[in-house]
């Protein structure tokens, strides 16, 4: 069975997908949930989540060489080898502002 799905929220665009699946998971859903899309989409939401934190999970079983280096060296020791004054590394006024959100990642704030 075919179904048209629209994914997303009011505060995202939707975007129209088809989705093949067995039947019976089909007739589950219309059992339990009269908007197929917005079941689809919260259960792909949570896999989503799930899937992330697996692999943060597996980031931090396995963390980059680079970062062993650095947690082995501590924070003050790193601290300590930056530039004295370092005032002038960073323009507060020269970036974007940006709004994290889980679901679409960094993003410039809607005025």
């Known amino acids: 069975m075919n179904l048209h799905i629209f994914m997303g929220r009011a505060s995202s665009p939707a975007e129209r997908v088809t989705v093949t699946m067995p039947a019976e998971l089909v007739a589950g859903i219309d059992r339990i949930e009269r908007n197929r899309s917005r079941f689809i ?14 692999e943060l ?20 020791s790193w601290d300590r080898g930056l530039p004295a004054d370092d005032s002038n590394l960073l323009d507060p006024e020269g970036g974007v502002p940006l709004h994290w959100s889980a679901e679409q990642g960094w993003k410039e704030p809607e005025p």
Do not use: C, F
């Open 41 to 54: 989409a919260e259960a792909v939401r949570q896999e989503l989540r799930r899937r992330r934190r697996i």
């Open 57 to 76: 999970l597996r980031s931090l079983e396995a963390p980059h060489p680079d970062s062993l280096v650095t947690a082995a060296l501590g924070l003050e």
